[in-house]
Protein backbone atom coordinates (compact mmCIF):
# COMPACT_ATOMS: atom_id res chain seq x y z
CA UNK A 1 0.00 0.00 0.00
CA UNK A 2 1.48 3.57 -0.85
CA UNK A 3 1.66 5.76 2.20
CA UNK A 4 1.79 9.80 1.74
CA UNK A 5 5.36 10.81 2.17
CA UNK A 6 4.58 13.57 4.59
CA UNK A 7 2.33 11.37 7.06
CA UNK A 8 5.67 8.82 7.74
CA UNK A 9 8.08 12.16 8.42
CA UNK A 10 9.16 12.45 12.11
CA UNK A 11 10.82 15.31 13.68
CA UNK A 12 14.55 14.58 15.38
CA UNK A 13 13.06 15.96 18.61
CA UNK A 14 9.71 13.98 18.49
CA UNK A 15 11.99 10.45 17.71
CA UNK A 16 14.50 11.54 20.45
CA UNK A 17 11.60 11.78 22.82
CA UNK A 18 10.02 8.39 21.57
CA UNK A 19 13.36 6.60 22.19
CA UNK A 20 14.12 8.10 25.28
CA UNK A 21 10.87 7.20 26.93
CA UNK A 22 11.41 3.38 25.04
CA UNK A 23 14.62 2.87 26.95
CA UNK A 24 13.31 4.49 30.19
CA UNK A 25 10.61 1.58 30.28
CA UNK A 26 12.44 -1.09 29.40
CA UNK A 27 15.25 -0.46 31.24
CA UNK A 28 12.42 -0.24 34.78
CA UNK A 29 10.83 -3.39 34.07
CA UNK A 30 14.52 -5.04 33.69
CA UNK A 31 15.00 -3.56 36.88
CA UNK A 32 12.39 -4.98 38.61
CA UNK A 33 13.07 -8.40 36.84
CA UNK A 34 16.23 -8.41 37.92
CA UNK A 35 15.09 -7.94 41.65
CA UNK A 36 12.38 -10.46 41.70
CA UNK A 37 15.36 -13.42 40.57
CA UNK A 38 16.90 -12.26 43.40
CA UNK A 39 14.57 -11.90 45.41
CA UNK A 40 14.42 -15.87 44.88
CA UNK A 41 17.61 -16.52 46.95
CA UNK A 42 16.44 -14.03 49.70
CA UNK A 43 13.48 -14.95 50.10
CA UNK A 44 14.17 -18.65 49.72
CA UNK A 45 13.11 -21.40 52.56
CA UNK A 46 16.12 -21.91 54.51
CA UNK A 47 17.11 -25.40 54.77
CA UNK A 48 16.47 -28.13 57.49
CA UNK A 49 13.73 -26.40 58.29
CA UNK A 50 10.76 -28.56 59.56
CA UNK A 51 7.28 -27.88 58.07
CA UNK A 52 4.72 -28.38 60.93
CA UNK A 53 1.45 -26.44 60.02
CA UNK A 54 -0.45 -26.32 56.84
CA UNK A 55 -3.58 -24.18 55.85
CA UNK A 56 -5.09 -24.86 52.09
CA UNK A 57 -6.82 -22.25 50.05
CA UNK A 58 -6.61 -20.69 46.34
CA UNK A 59 -5.41 -17.16 46.05
CA UNK A 60 -8.37 -14.90 46.29
CA UNK A 61 -10.07 -12.99 43.30
CA UNK A 62 -8.34 -9.56 43.47
CA UNK A 63 -9.75 -6.56 41.14
CA UNK A 64 -12.97 -3.94 41.31
CA UNK A 65 -13.91 -5.11 38.03
CA UNK A 66 -13.23 -8.71 37.90
CA UNK A 67 -15.40 -8.87 40.84
CA UNK A 68 -17.98 -6.75 38.85
CA UNK A 69 -18.57 -9.06 36.55
CA UNK A 70 -18.77 -12.01 38.92
CA UNK A 71 -14.66 -13.16 38.18
CA UNK A 72 -16.30 -13.86 34.84
CA UNK A 73 -13.41 -12.20 33.42
CA UNK A 74 -11.01 -14.83 31.96
CA UNK A 75 -11.73 -13.84 28.67
CA UNK A 76 -12.48 -10.34 28.27
CA UNK A 77 -9.71 -9.07 30.31
CA UNK A 78 -8.06 -5.85 28.48
CA UNK A 79 -6.09 -3.62 31.28
CA UNK A 80 -3.59 -3.66 33.62
CA UNK A 81 -5.07 -5.90 36.15
CA UNK A 82 -5.33 -8.75 33.93
CA UNK A 83 -2.46 -10.68 35.08
CA UNK A 84 -5.00 -11.17 37.78
CA UNK A 85 -7.25 -12.80 36.05
CA UNK A 86 -5.82 -13.68 32.65
CA UNK A 87 -2.13 -12.62 31.81
CA UNK A 88 -2.63 -12.74 27.74
CA UNK A 89 -4.67 -9.91 28.42
CA UNK A 90 -2.40 -7.58 28.28
CA UNK A 91 -2.18 -8.47 24.61
CA UNK A 92 -4.50 -6.33 24.22
CA UNK A 93 -3.12 -2.79 25.18
CA UNK A 94 -1.98 -0.70 22.76
CA UNK A 95 -0.63 2.02 25.10
CA UNK A 96 0.01 2.13 28.89
CA UNK A 97 -2.23 1.80 31.57
CA UNK A 98 -2.43 2.43 35.23
CA UNK A 99 -5.08 1.50 37.66
CA UNK A 100 -5.12 1.92 41.77
CA UNK A 101 -8.27 -0.34 43.02
CA UNK A 102 -8.76 1.76 46.71
CA UNK A 103 -10.54 -1.45 47.86
CA UNK A 104 -7.41 -3.77 47.92
CA UNK A 105 -5.11 -1.46 47.98
CA UNK A 106 -3.42 -3.05 44.46
CA UNK A 107 -1.39 -1.12 41.76
CA UNK A 108 -1.80 -2.15 38.67
CA UNK A 109 0.86 -0.87 35.89
CA UNK A 110 1.03 -2.03 31.96
CA UNK A 111 2.76 -0.64 29.06
CA UNK A 112 2.99 -2.20 25.50
CA UNK A 113 6.36 -1.88 23.45
CA UNK A 114 6.14 -2.21 19.79
CA UNK A 115 7.77 -5.52 18.78
CA UNK A 116 8.33 -6.60 21.94
CA UNK A 117 5.21 -7.37 23.85
CA UNK A 118 3.49 -6.09 27.08
CA UNK A 119 4.71 -5.71 30.48
CA UNK A 120 2.79 -5.48 33.44
CA UNK A 121 3.26 -5.11 37.43
CA UNK A 122 0.73 -5.63 40.39
CA UNK A 123 1.65 -5.08 43.90
CA UNK A 124 -0.60 -6.09 46.19
CA UNK A 125 -2.05 -4.41 49.27
CA UNK A 126 0.23 -0.98 49.74
CA UNK A 127 -1.76 -0.32 52.55
CA UNK A 128 -0.62 1.21 55.71
CA UNK A 129 -2.76 -0.54 57.91
CA UNK A 130 -5.36 -3.54 57.03
CA UNK A 131 -8.04 -1.22 55.79
CA UNK A 132 -7.45 1.83 53.86
CA UNK A 133 -7.39 4.99 55.36
CA UNK A 134 -9.32 3.83 58.45
CA UNK A 135 -8.55 0.97 60.76
CA UNK A 136 -12.09 0.13 61.38
CA UNK A 137 -14.45 -3.16 60.71
CA UNK A 138 -17.29 -0.44 59.64
CA UNK A 139 -15.18 0.80 57.17
CA UNK A 140 -16.82 0.10 53.68
CA UNK A 141 -13.20 0.08 51.99
CA UNK A 142 -11.09 -2.45 52.21
CA UNK A 143 -10.90 -6.17 52.33
CA UNK A 144 -6.87 -7.63 52.54
CA UNK A 145 -5.75 -8.47 56.15
CA UNK A 146 -2.37 -6.74 56.49
CA UNK A 147 0.18 -8.63 55.43
CA UNK A 148 -1.15 -10.54 52.45
CA UNK A 149 0.97 -9.26 50.11
CA UNK A 150 1.95 -9.82 46.40
CA UNK A 151 3.82 -9.07 43.58
CA UNK A 152 3.52 -10.20 39.95
CA UNK A 153 5.57 -9.39 36.90
CA UNK A 154 4.22 -10.16 33.42
CA UNK A 155 4.19 -10.69 29.83
CA UNK A 156 2.22 -10.77 26.99
CA UNK A 157 2.33 -11.09 23.37
CA UNK A 158 -0.35 -10.98 20.04
CA UNK A 159 0.25 -14.29 17.52
CA UNK A 160 -2.61 -13.42 14.84
CA UNK A 161 -5.85 -13.83 16.99
CA UNK A 162 -4.08 -15.59 19.94
CA UNK A 163 -2.67 -14.20 22.77
CA UNK A 164 -0.42 -15.52 25.07
CA UNK A 165 0.55 -14.23 28.82
CA UNK A 166 2.75 -15.21 31.66
CA UNK A 167 3.40 -13.95 35.17
CA UNK A 168 5.82 -14.72 37.96
CA UNK A 169 6.61 -13.40 41.22
CA UNK A 170 6.42 -13.37 45.08
CA UNK A 171 3.59 -14.00 48.03
CA UNK A 172 3.56 -13.73 51.56
CA UNK A 173 0.56 -14.68 54.28
CA UNK A 174 -1.16 -12.86 56.69
CA UNK A 175 0.56 -14.42 59.34
CA UNK A 176 3.00 -12.88 61.55
CA UNK A 177 6.90 -13.23 60.23
CA UNK A 178 5.55 -14.96 57.22
CA UNK A 179 8.98 -15.89 54.18
CA UNK A 180 8.24 -15.05 50.72
CA UNK A 181 6.84 -17.81 48.37
CA UNK A 182 7.59 -17.37 44.65
CA UNK A 183 4.40 -18.43 42.01
CA UNK A 184 4.30 -18.65 38.18
CA UNK A 185 1.01 -18.72 36.26
CA UNK A 186 0.18 -18.70 32.42
CA UNK A 187 -2.77 -18.17 30.44
CA UNK A 188 -4.26 -17.56 26.69
CA UNK A 189 -6.75 -16.18 24.93
CA UNK A 190 -8.53 -16.45 21.24
CA UNK A 191 -10.82 -14.54 18.85
CA UNK A 192 -12.98 -16.87 17.07
CA UNK A 193 -15.94 -15.76 14.45
CA UNK A 194 -19.13 -14.47 15.46
CA UNK A 195 -17.71 -12.27 17.69
CA UNK A 196 -17.01 -14.97 20.47
CA UNK A 197 -13.40 -14.83 22.92
CA UNK A 198 -12.35 -17.57 24.62
CA UNK A 199 -9.78 -17.50 27.47
CA UNK A 200 -7.87 -20.12 29.89
CA UNK A 201 -5.66 -19.15 33.21
CA UNK A 202 -3.35 -21.63 35.18
CA UNK A 203 -2.55 -19.58 38.84
CA UNK A 204 0.02 -20.77 41.09
CA UNK A 205 1.24 -24.24 38.31
CA UNK A 206 3.26 -25.90 40.87
CA UNK A 207 1.46 -25.12 43.88
CA UNK A 208 2.85 -22.10 46.61
CA UNK A 209 3.56 -22.91 50.35
CA UNK A 210 4.26 -19.96 52.03
CA UNK A 211 6.30 -20.38 55.57
CA UNK A 212 7.32 -18.50 58.69
CA UNK A 213 10.64 -17.78 60.22
CA UNK A 214 10.56 -20.80 61.94
CA UNK A 215 9.98 -22.73 59.13
CA UNK A 216 6.55 -24.11 59.55
CA UNK A 217 4.24 -23.71 56.48
CA UNK A 218 1.39 -21.22 57.49
CA UNK A 219 -0.36 -21.18 54.20
CA UNK A 220 -0.46 -23.26 50.63
CA UNK A 221 -1.82 -21.59 47.55
CA UNK A 222 -3.41 -24.36 45.12
CA UNK A 223 -3.29 -24.71 41.91
CA UNK A 224 -6.67 -23.34 39.98
CA UNK A 225 -7.30 -23.88 36.79
CA UNK A 226 -10.12 -21.93 34.73
CA UNK A 227 -11.73 -21.32 31.45
CA UNK A 228 -13.92 -18.18 30.39
CA UNK A 229 -15.55 -16.92 27.45
CA UNK A 230 -17.20 -13.89 25.75
CA UNK A 231 -19.93 -13.51 23.75
CA UNK A 232 -20.93 -10.60 21.83
CA UNK A 233 -24.44 -11.08 20.21
CA UNK A 234 -25.23 -7.29 20.17
CA UNK A 235 -22.63 -4.07 20.14
CA UNK A 236 -24.38 -2.94 23.63
CA UNK A 237 -24.47 -6.42 24.88
CA UNK A 238 -22.10 -8.95 26.25
CA UNK A 239 -22.29 -12.30 28.00
CA UNK A 240 -19.55 -12.99 29.87
CA UNK A 241 -18.95 -16.92 31.74
CA UNK A 242 -15.98 -18.80 33.42
CA UNK A 243 -16.02 -22.01 34.71
CA UNK A 244 -12.86 -22.57 37.69
CA UNK A 245 -12.08 -26.52 37.50
CA UNK A 246 -10.29 -26.51 40.76
CA UNK A 247 -12.38 -25.39 42.59
CA UNK A 248 -15.28 -26.30 40.84
CA UNK A 249 -16.66 -23.10 40.20
CA UNK A 250 -19.27 -20.84 37.92
CA UNK A 251 -19.59 -17.51 37.18
CA UNK A 252 -22.13 -15.62 34.62
CA UNK A 253 -22.59 -11.77 34.06
CA UNK A 254 -24.19 -9.38 31.65
CA UNK A 255 -22.97 -6.71 30.33
CA UNK A 256 -25.11 -3.36 28.53
CA UNK A 257 -22.24 -1.01 27.22
CA UNK A 258 -23.01 2.38 25.73
CA UNK A 259 -20.53 4.55 24.48
CA UNK A 260 -18.22 5.12 27.90
CA UNK A 261 -20.74 3.83 30.00
CA UNK A 262 -21.01 0.38 30.82
CA UNK A 263 -23.26 -1.71 34.01
CA UNK A 264 -23.75 -5.12 34.46
CA UNK A 265 -25.31 -7.77 36.87
CA UNK A 266 -23.98 -11.39 37.53
CA UNK A 267 -23.96 -13.81 40.04
CA UNK A 268 -21.07 -16.82 41.02
CA UNK A 269 -21.61 -20.02 41.97
CA UNK A 270 -19.06 -22.24 44.33
CA UNK A 271 -18.33 -25.70 45.61
CA UNK A 272 -15.89 -24.47 48.01
CA UNK A 273 -16.72 -25.20 51.47
CA UNK A 274 -14.57 -21.63 52.97
CA UNK A 275 -16.58 -19.63 50.63
CA UNK A 276 -20.42 -18.75 49.98
CA UNK A 277 -22.63 -21.13 47.83
CA UNK A 278 -23.94 -18.21 45.87
CA UNK A 279 -22.75 -14.28 45.32
CA UNK A 280 -24.14 -11.68 43.31
CA UNK A 281 -22.90 -8.48 42.13
CA UNK A 282 -23.55 -5.39 40.09
CA UNK A 283 -20.69 -3.06 38.52
CA UNK A 284 -20.53 0.11 36.38
CA UNK A 285 -17.63 1.49 35.01
CA UNK A 286 -16.95 5.29 32.99
CA UNK A 287 -14.22 4.57 30.54
CA UNK A 288 -14.12 8.13 28.53
CA UNK A 289 -10.92 11.17 27.69
CA UNK A 290 -8.40 7.68 29.24
CA UNK A 291 -9.39 7.62 31.85
CA UNK A 292 -11.55 4.74 33.68
CA UNK A 293 -13.78 4.47 36.85
CA UNK A 294 -14.77 1.28 38.15
CA UNK A 295 -17.76 0.51 41.03
CA UNK A 296 -18.99 -2.55 42.16
CA UNK A 297 -20.90 -3.66 45.15
CA UNK A 298 -20.61 -7.42 46.18
CA UNK A 299 -23.28 -9.18 48.06
CA UNK A 300 -21.40 -11.54 49.79
CA UNK A 301 -22.45 -12.91 53.29
CA UNK A 302 -19.32 -13.25 54.93
CA UNK A 303 -18.23 -10.27 53.76
CA UNK A 304 -18.52 -7.10 55.16
CA UNK A 305 -17.08 -5.21 52.64
CA UNK A 306 -19.62 -4.40 50.06
CA UNK A 307 -18.16 -1.68 47.80
CA UNK A 308 -15.55 -1.60 45.32
CA UNK A 309 -13.75 0.88 43.68
CA UNK A 310 -11.00 1.71 41.47
CA UNK A 311 -9.53 4.44 39.06
CA UNK A 312 -7.10 4.56 36.16
CA UNK A 313 -6.15 6.09 33.36
CA UNK A 314 -4.26 5.57 30.19
CA UNK A 315 -1.15 7.33 28.79
CA UNK A 316 1.80 6.55 26.04
CA UNK A 317 0.59 5.50 22.57
CA UNK A 318 -0.47 7.45 19.31
CA UNK A 319 -0.21 11.35 19.79
CA UNK A 320 -3.29 12.83 18.81
CA UNK A 321 -2.87 15.46 16.47
CA UNK A 322 -4.63 18.20 17.86
CA UNK A 323 -1.23 18.19 20.44
CA UNK A 324 1.13 17.79 17.60
CA UNK A 325 -0.26 20.48 15.78
CA UNK A 326 0.36 23.11 18.33
CA UNK A 327 3.86 22.26 17.72
CA UNK A 328 3.85 21.50 14.49
CA UNK A 329 1.81 24.03 12.86
CA UNK A 330 1.42 24.30 9.27
CA UNK A 331 -0.05 27.17 7.67
CA UNK A 332 -1.91 26.78 4.35
CA UNK A 333 0.33 28.17 1.36
CA UNK A 334 -2.80 30.10 -0.07
CA UNK A 335 -6.00 31.39 1.27
CA UNK A 336 -7.44 31.32 -2.59
CA UNK A 337 -10.32 28.72 -2.03
CA UNK A 338 -11.69 29.02 -5.62
CA UNK A 339 -9.31 28.27 -7.95
CA UNK A 340 -10.21 27.99 -11.73
CA UNK A 341 -9.57 24.58 -12.40
CA UNK A 342 -11.92 21.66 -14.39
CA UNK A 343 -13.36 19.85 -11.83
CA UNK A 344 -13.69 15.57 -12.12
CA UNK A 345 -16.80 13.90 -12.66
CA UNK A 346 -17.91 11.37 -10.32
CA UNK A 347 -18.98 8.54 -12.78
CA UNK A 348 -15.41 9.29 -14.82
CA UNK A 349 -14.72 5.41 -15.79
CA UNK A 350 -11.19 5.57 -14.68
CA UNK A 351 -11.98 8.25 -11.42
CA UNK A 352 -12.66 5.34 -8.65
CA UNK A 353 -9.52 2.88 -10.22
CA UNK A 354 -7.44 5.80 -9.79
CA UNK A 355 -8.38 5.57 -5.97
CA UNK A 356 -9.09 2.24 -5.53
CA UNK A 357 -7.01 -0.92 -6.65
CA UNK A 358 -7.16 -4.31 -5.41
CA UNK A 359 -9.28 -3.03 -2.26
CA UNK A 360 -6.39 -0.50 -1.62
CA UNK A 361 -6.71 2.90 -1.44
CA UNK A 362 -4.09 5.09 -2.89
CA UNK A 363 -3.52 8.51 -2.74
CA UNK A 364 -2.59 9.70 -5.84
CA UNK A 365 -0.31 13.13 -6.15
CA UNK A 366 -2.98 16.21 -7.23
CA UNK A 367 -3.10 17.60 -10.80
CA UNK A 368 -3.63 21.27 -9.56
CA UNK A 369 -1.47 23.95 -9.10
CA UNK A 370 0.84 23.26 -5.90
CA UNK A 371 -0.44 26.69 -4.46
CA UNK A 372 -3.82 25.39 -4.15
CA UNK A 373 -5.52 23.69 -0.70
CA UNK A 374 -4.79 19.83 -0.39
CA UNK A 375 -8.43 20.21 1.01
CA UNK A 376 -9.56 21.45 -2.18
CA UNK A 377 -7.76 19.13 -4.14
CA UNK A 378 -9.59 16.24 -2.22
CA UNK A 379 -13.21 18.00 -2.57
CA UNK A 380 -12.47 18.15 -6.62
CA UNK A 381 -10.57 14.74 -7.02
CA UNK A 382 -14.02 13.56 -5.60
CA UNK A 383 -16.48 15.92 -7.49
CA UNK A 384 -17.73 17.16 -4.33
CA UNK A 385 -18.44 20.70 -2.97
CA UNK A 386 -15.87 22.16 -0.25
CA UNK A 387 -18.90 23.12 1.53
CA UNK A 388 -20.32 20.02 1.38
CA UNK A 389 -17.00 18.42 2.65
CA UNK A 390 -16.68 20.28 5.22
CA UNK A 391 -20.34 20.28 6.83
CA UNK A 392 -19.99 16.00 6.73
CA UNK A 393 -16.64 16.58 8.57
CA UNK A 394 -17.91 18.91 10.96
CA UNK A 395 -21.32 16.80 11.75
CA UNK A 396 -19.34 13.68 11.46
CA UNK A 397 -16.48 14.44 13.96
CA UNK A 398 -16.04 18.39 14.80
CA UNK A 399 -12.47 18.30 13.02
CA UNK A 400 -11.46 15.77 15.76
CA UNK A 401 -9.14 13.28 13.55
CA UNK A 402 -9.27 10.59 16.66
CA UNK A 403 -13.09 10.87 17.10
CA UNK A 404 -14.65 7.05 18.23
CA UNK A 405 -18.68 7.22 18.49
CA UNK A 406 -20.52 5.10 20.47
CA UNK A 407 -20.72 2.41 17.55
CA UNK A 408 -17.06 2.26 16.95
CA UNK A 409 -16.93 4.51 14.22
CA UNK A 410 -13.82 6.62 13.95
CA UNK A 411 -11.64 9.60 12.28
CA UNK A 412 -12.86 12.64 10.81
CA UNK A 413 -15.87 10.99 8.54
CA UNK A 414 -16.30 8.17 11.22
CA UNK A 415 -15.52 5.49 9.44
CA UNK A 416 -16.54 1.84 10.70
CA UNK A 417 -13.90 -0.82 10.87
CA UNK A 418 -16.13 -2.93 8.01
CA UNK A 419 -17.43 -0.21 5.65
CA UNK A 420 -13.38 1.07 6.00
CA UNK A 421 -12.03 -2.26 5.53
CA UNK A 422 -13.93 -2.80 2.40
CA UNK A 423 -13.07 0.75 0.90
CA UNK A 424 -8.95 -0.95 2.18
CA UNK A 425 -7.83 1.02 4.72
CA UNK A 426 -6.25 -1.18 7.34
CA UNK A 427 -8.13 -1.37 10.15
CA UNK A 428 -7.43 -4.96 13.12
CA UNK A 429 -10.20 -6.70 14.55
CA UNK A 430 -10.86 -5.27 18.17
CA UNK A 431 -12.18 -7.95 20.60
CA UNK A 432 -13.48 -4.46 21.89
CA UNK A 433 -14.35 -1.67 18.21
CA UNK A 434 -15.21 1.23 21.35
CA UNK A 435 -11.38 1.13 22.44
CA UNK A 436 -9.48 0.84 18.59
CA UNK A 437 -5.81 2.03 18.42
CA UNK A 438 -5.48 5.65 17.55
CA UNK A 439 -2.23 4.99 15.85
CA UNK A 440 -2.42 5.42 12.16
CA UNK A 441 -0.02 2.68 11.73
CA UNK A 442 -2.26 -0.18 13.36
CA UNK A 443 -5.51 1.87 12.16
CA UNK A 444 -5.75 3.48 9.04
CA UNK A 445 -9.22 5.39 9.71
CA UNK A 446 -6.97 7.19 12.30
CA UNK A 447 -4.95 8.73 8.97
CA UNK A 448 -6.66 12.03 8.25
CA UNK A 449 -6.37 11.97 4.34
CA UNK A 450 -7.30 8.40 3.69
CA UNK A 451 -10.31 8.23 6.54
CA UNK A 452 -11.45 11.72 4.13
CA UNK A 453 -10.49 10.25 0.58
CA UNK A 454 -12.66 6.94 2.00
CA UNK A 455 -15.49 8.85 3.64
CA UNK A 456 -16.41 10.78 0.32
CA UNK A 457 -15.48 7.25 -1.95
CA UNK A 458 -18.21 5.83 0.16
CA UNK A 459 -20.01 8.79 0.07
CA UNK A 460 -20.28 9.10 -3.60
CA UNK A 461 -21.04 5.63 -3.93
CA UNK A 462 -24.01 5.89 -2.11
CA UNK A 463 -25.11 9.36 -4.48
CA UNK A 464 -24.99 7.20 -7.28
CA UNK A 465 -27.13 4.36 -5.55
CA UNK A 466 -30.06 7.05 -4.41
CA UNK A 467 -29.72 8.66 -7.70
CA UNK A 468 -28.07 11.67 -6.75
CA UNK A 469 -30.51 12.51 -4.38
CA UNK A 470 -28.28 13.97 -1.57
CA UNK A 471 -30.90 14.30 1.36
CA UNK A 472 -30.92 10.19 0.90
CA UNK A 473 -27.20 9.85 0.39
CA UNK A 474 -26.83 11.88 3.86
CA UNK A 475 -29.07 9.74 5.49
CA UNK A 476 -27.88 6.39 4.17
CA UNK A 477 -24.33 7.77 4.88
CA UNK A 478 -25.67 7.99 8.84
CA UNK A 479 -27.54 4.88 9.93
CA UNK A 480 -26.75 2.97 6.76
CA UNK A 481 -27.99 2.36 3.16
CA UNK A 482 -29.79 -1.19 4.72
CA UNK A 483 -32.02 1.29 6.48
CA UNK A 484 -32.89 4.08 3.76
CA UNK A 485 -35.02 2.68 0.41
CA UNK A 486 -34.03 4.15 -2.79
CA UNK A 487 -37.26 5.86 -3.35
CA UNK A 488 -37.50 7.37 0.24
CA UNK A 489 -38.71 8.77 2.14
CA UNK A 490 -36.27 9.43 4.65
CA UNK A 491 -37.56 9.38 8.43
CA UNK A 492 -36.00 9.28 11.89
CA UNK A 493 -32.14 9.81 12.88
CA UNK A 494 -31.23 10.15 9.64
CA UNK A 495 -33.13 12.67 8.23
CA UNK A 496 -32.04 14.60 10.95
CA UNK A 497 -28.29 13.95 9.97
CA UNK A 498 -28.79 14.71 6.66
CA UNK A 499 -31.00 18.28 7.83
CA UNK A 500 -27.75 19.26 9.90
CA UNK A 501 -24.81 18.68 7.32
CA UNK A 502 -27.38 20.68 4.54
CA UNK A 503 -27.81 23.46 7.02
CA UNK A 504 -24.14 23.58 7.78
CA UNK A 505 -23.41 23.67 3.93
CA UNK A 506 -25.61 26.51 3.52
CA UNK A 507 -23.97 28.18 6.30
CA UNK A 508 -20.50 28.36 4.72
CA UNK A 509 -22.37 29.30 1.54
CA UNK A 510 -23.50 32.63 3.23
CA UNK A 511 -20.64 32.99 5.58
CA UNK A 512 -16.83 33.26 3.91
CA UNK A 513 -14.78 33.67 6.79
CA UNK A 514 -16.61 30.73 8.65
CA UNK A 515 -15.81 29.05 5.15
CA UNK A 516 -12.04 29.84 5.60
CA UNK A 517 -11.65 28.98 9.37
CA UNK A 518 -12.47 25.52 9.17
CA UNK A 519 -10.58 25.26 6.09
CA UNK A 520 -7.59 26.03 7.76
CA UNK A 521 -8.34 23.71 10.48
CA UNK A 522 -8.84 20.76 7.78
CA UNK A 523 -5.40 22.08 6.24
CA UNK A 524 -3.65 21.90 9.38
CA UNK A 525 -4.91 18.22 10.19
CA UNK A 526 -4.05 16.77 6.86
CA UNK A 527 -0.61 18.88 6.18
CA UNK A 528 0.94 17.85 9.63
Known sequence: MKLDTKA?????????????????????????????????????????????????????????????????????????????????????????????????????????????????VNIIDLNASDRFLVHNP????????????????SYARKIGTLQLGASTGYSRASVPNSLWAQNYDVGAQMKLPHNVVVGMQFRDISGVSIQD????????????????????????IRWHSCLNVTPLSFGTSVELVTGPLSANIGSFFSSDPDSPTQTWSLGLSLNKWGKQTYYTFLNEDNNQYKHLFALGFTFGGARKVSDESKSHKVEPKSTDTTPKVTPQTADTP????????????????????????KSIQIAKKHNVSTELMLAIIYVESKFNPVAVSPTGAGGLMQMVPATARELGLKVPNYSNKLKPSLDSN???????????????????????????????????????????RVAGPLIGRGKTYANSVITRRNLYRQDAKLLETDLKRLEIILNQ
Not at 74 to 99: H, K, Q, R
Not at 213 to 236: A, C, D
Not at 461 to 483: E, H, I, M, R, S
Open 213 to 236: ENGIVRQTYNSQLTFGTTLTPHPF
Open 350 to 373: NDTESVIRDNTIYITPPTQKHTEK
Open 138 to 153: SNPIGTFEYGSNQALL
Open 442 to 484: VDERFDPQRNLEAGLIYFNQLLKKYQNNLTLALGAYNVGPGKV
Open 8 to 120: KVKTPLATLIFVERRNLVRNLFLILFTCLLCGKITFSDPPNKQQKRETHQYRPAIGTRGIGLSRAYVSSVDDATSPLWNPAGLASLENGNLIYDFSQGTLSAAYSIKYIGTLG
